[in-house]
């Protein structure tokens, strides 16, 4: 476990516990602390022990087709609906061309086809007699309608008529107008005629296929009847629209050509498929999601595009969950630095956290580079529940608090860790279990007594205090790296003070270049260090200066240029006139 760092194993306590708006965790301290490793192996065994959360899936909104709905299944579920609704589409294909085609529906589809014809004959019969009054004879040829004139009994052409004198043409002309009106009711009459067949025919395929439909569907709805009204609803909704579009489940008149042409065609069963956003099916315990990349499309999901003629189009199966989505109903851990590295990143945090729910919106890349797309998708939002941990220096935590009002409601809980800790004996012993047990983990080889103290001198100079031990543990375990590799050289079975000396000594030769350079100016004189007798207003002084792991001891000297030593003589003078 941690040691060293009860403040902020106290505090992570706490904000892990306390079920409420705006207990989140934002964890301070230097790099190398063990910040991250700690707190993702205390969520780690926190969510071993909590309940494995719902699966999240995106279905089609018969109701709303821009607006998809998420629907939370209970986990391992989602993969399974998934894959009925799949077995649910092919079984459509194949019984619903077949049901159409069998001896019944036909004879039904005749008796209706024969009382269609039988009512459009007595409509055209009708026609013509109006037509007979007015001299007239209705002719039709690939169901278009020509009225034609008579003329002693004979059918009249337009060069015919153009021979007739005026008095004949002009009365011809005057009937073919009035016979106009009877035309118009005539072919108003024989659409809604054909209207009526349609649905007619359509009525009675729907009767037909809705033993089937209802078969399959209710054996669906069998087995997820205990996963809420989201399915339930879903599934009415999609069996609702199979009976109303079920001729889109017959084949096509040009399936010879659909090989070569699928790519461009929209797959016309996407709207039944399910998209598992969340898959929990292989989930042990409560998600714990680290996010290395937390730009707002990996935090708040996003939408693939396919290309389709006037632009990029998206579907609700091409919905891809985001970091929010994966760690619902557990814990989302981000580096502070991170997310604010990538643009709108912090917004979307803080907006979902505020809003405790997850909005997926468009990419946000610039309009002029964006991709032109052809309509919009606004999925449902998805409620959320969960615990998200930032990790980050002190700048960034105090910087946040200062200029972000926001800041202080969404992140209530500082976990400090100290880079430091008190040289007592339990923290000594503590410290070299840590460090042998890294050691056999790592495959190093097992570090002696001797060179475990030499290890405990650099972790007390490192913090610059003797009854100090410092806490980047980062930093001691480079440096037992560093000592294993020269016992391994000597091939030494253990790790020896010799080892750890070696290794400091070297890294203090590999980034002493600096220090080299301020006592080379100082001995060529480049810089004037005065150590003998006195000199008026000059004061020399060290500096400590920290440079990587090294601390580079740069001498200073106070009024070492001419101004400020006129400055002090004049000063001199006048307190000796005074």
Same mark, same amino acid.
């Given at each position: 476990g941690m040691f060293g760092?009860? +403040?902020a194993?106290?505090?992570?306590d706490? !904000?892990l516990?306390i079920?409420a708006?705006?207990?989140?965790?934002f964890?301070?301290?230097?790099s !190398?602390?063990g910040?991250?490793?700690?707190?993702?192996?205390?969520?780690?065994? #926190?969510?071993?022990?909590?309940p494995?959360?719902?699966?999240?899936?995106?279905?089609?909104?018969?109701r709303?087709?821009?607006?998809?709905?998420?629907?939370?299944?209970?986990?391992g579920?989602?993969?399974k609906?998934?894959m009925d609704?799949?077995?649910?589409?092919q079984e459509? +294909?194949?019984?619903?061309?077949?049901? /159409?085609?069998e $001896?019944?529906?036909g004879?039904i589809?005749?008796?209706i086809l024969?009382?269609t014809?039988?009512k459009?004959e007595e409509?055209l019969k009708?026609a013509?007699q109006a037509?007979?009054?007015?001299n007239?004879v209705?002719?039709?040829e690939?169901d %278009?309608?020509?009225?034609v004139?008579?003329? @002693?009994?004979?059918?009249l052409?337009?060069e015919s &008529? *153009?021979?007739?004198?005026?008095p004949?043409?002009?009365?011809i002309?005057?009937?073919?107008?009035?016979?106009?009106?009877h035309?118009?009711?005539?072919s108003?009459?024989?659409r809604?005629? =054909?209207?009526?067949?349609?649905?007619?025919?359509?009525a009675?395929?729907?009767r037909?296929i809705t033993p089937l439909?209802?078969?399959l569907f209710t *054996?669906v709805?069998?087995?997820?009847?205990?996963c809420?009204?989201?399915v339930?609803?879903f599934?009415?909704e999609?069996?609702?629209h199979?009976?109303?579009?079920?001729?889109?489940?017959?084949?096509l008149e040009?399936?010879e050509?659909a090989?070569?042409s699928?790519?461009?065609?929209?797959?016309?069963y &996407?709207?039944y498929?399910v998209?598992?956003?969340?898959d929990h %099916?292989?989930?042990?315990?409560a998600?714990?999601?680290v996010e #290395?990349?937390?730009?707002?499309?990996n935090?708040c999901?996003?939408?693939e595009?396919?290309?389709?003629?006037?632009?990029?189009?998206?579907?609700?199966?091409?919905?891809r969950?985001?970091?929010?989505?994966?760690a619902?109903?557990g814990?989302?851990?981000?580096?502070a630095?991170? /997310?604010?590295s990538?643009?709108?990143?912090?917004? $979307?945090?803080k #907006?979902?956290?505020?809003?405790?729910?997850?909005?997926?919106e =468009?990419?946000?890349?610039s309009p002029e580079?964006?991709p032109r797309?052809?309509?919009?998708?606004k999925?449902?939002?998805v409620?959320?529940k969960?615990?998200t941990i930032l990790v980050?220096?002190g700048?960034i935590?105090y910087?946040?608090k200062t200029? @972000?009002d926001d800041?202080g409601?969404?992140f209530?809980i500082k976990?400090?860790?100290?880079?430091?800790?008190r040289?007592?004996?339990?923290?000594?012993?503590?410290?070299?279990q840590?460090?042998?047990q890294?050691?056999?983990?790592e495959g190093l080889l097992?570090?002696?007594?001797?060179?475990?103290?030499?290890?405990l001198?650099?972790? $007390?100079?490192?913090?610059g205090?003797?009854?100090?031990?410092?806490n #980047?543990?980062?930093?001691?375990l480079?440096l037992?790296?560093?000592a294993?590799?020269?016992?391994?050289?000597?091939?030494?079975?253990a790790?020896?003070? %010799? @080892?750890?000396?070696?290794a400091?000594?070297t890294r203090?030769?590999?980034e002493?270049?600096?220090q080299?350079?301020l006592?080379?100016?100082?001995?060529?004189?480049?810089?004037i260090?005065?150590?003998r007798d006195t000199a008026?207003?000059q004061?020399?002084g060290?500096?400590?200066?920290?440079?990587?792991?090294l601390?580079v001891?740069?001498?200073?000297?106070? !009024?070492?240029h001419?101004?400020?030593?006129r400055?002090?003589?004049? &000063?001199s003078a006048i307190?000796?006139?005074?």
């Open positions: 760092q009860g +403040r194993m106290d505090a992570i706490q !904000g516990n079920d708006r705006g207990f989140n965790i964890a301070v301290g230097e !190398g602390t910040k991250t490793s700690t707190i993702e192996r205390i969520l780690k065994e #926190r969510a071993a022990g909590e494995v959360p719902d699966d999240l899936l995106y279905v089609y909104c018969f709303n087709p821009t607006k998809p709905r998420p629907i939370f299944v209970p986990p579920s989602g993969q609906l998934a609704m799949e077995g649910l589409i459509l +294909r194949q019984r619903v061309p077949r049901v /159409l085609s $001896s019944l529906i004879h589809r005749a008796g024969g009382d014809r039988n459009a409509l009708r013509s037509a007979a009054a007015l007239l209705i002719e039709e690939d %278009t309608l020509r009225v004139p008579l003329h @002693d009994e004979e059918p052409d337009p &008529l *153009e021979t007739l004198d005026r004949t043409r002009r009365k002309e005057a009937n073919m107008i009035a016979f106009q009106e035309l118009d009711a005539f108003y009459r024989r809604q005629l =054909e209207r009526k067949h349609g649905k007619t025919t359509l009675a395929e729907v037909v439909v209802e078969e *054996e709805m069998a087995r997820y009847q205990k809420g009204e989201g339930a609803d599934l009415n999609a069996k609702k199979v009976l109303e579009n079920h001729r889109s489940f017959l084949p040009d399936d050509d090989e070569d699928d790519a461009h065609k929209p797959d016309r &996407l709207i498929k998209n598992v956003a969340v %099916t292989d989930q042990v315990g998600p714990v999601v #290395r990349i937390p730009k707002p499309d935090l999901g996003f939408f595009h396919r290309e389709a003629p006037g632009g990029l189009v998206t579907v609700h199966t091409m919905i969950a985001g970091a929010f989505h994966q619902n109903g814990y989302l851990l981000i580096q630095s991170d /997310l604010l990538h643009q709108n990143a912090w917004d $979307s945090l #907006r979902t956290l505020r809003h405790r729910e997850i909005r997926i =468009e990419s946000t890349v580079s964006r797309e052809a309509g919009t998708m999925p449902g939002t409620p959320i969960l615990k980050g220096s700048d935590y910087v946040l200029e @972000d800041f409601r969404l209530k976990a400090d860790f100290e880079p430091y800790m040289r007592s004996r339990n923290n000594v012993m503590k410290l070299a840590f460090i042998g890294v050691c056999r983990e097992p570090i002696h007594r001797t060179g475990m103290l030499a290890v001198v650099f972790a $007390s100079r490192n913090v205090h003797k009854e100090r031990l410092t #980047r543990k980062a930093d001691l480079d037992v790296a560093e294993n590799f020269f016992a391994r050289e000597r091939r030494a079975r790790i020896r003070d %010799t @080892d750890v000396k070696l400091i000594a203090t030769k590999r002493g270049t600096a080299d350079m006592h080379r100016e100082i001995r060529e004189g480049t810089i260090i005065q150590t008026v207003g004061i020399n060290i500096a400590l200066q920290a440079n990587g792991g601390h001891h740069r001498q200073r000297r106070n !009024g070492q001419e101004r400020h030593r400055f002090f003589r004049i &000063l307190r000796r006139d005074i």
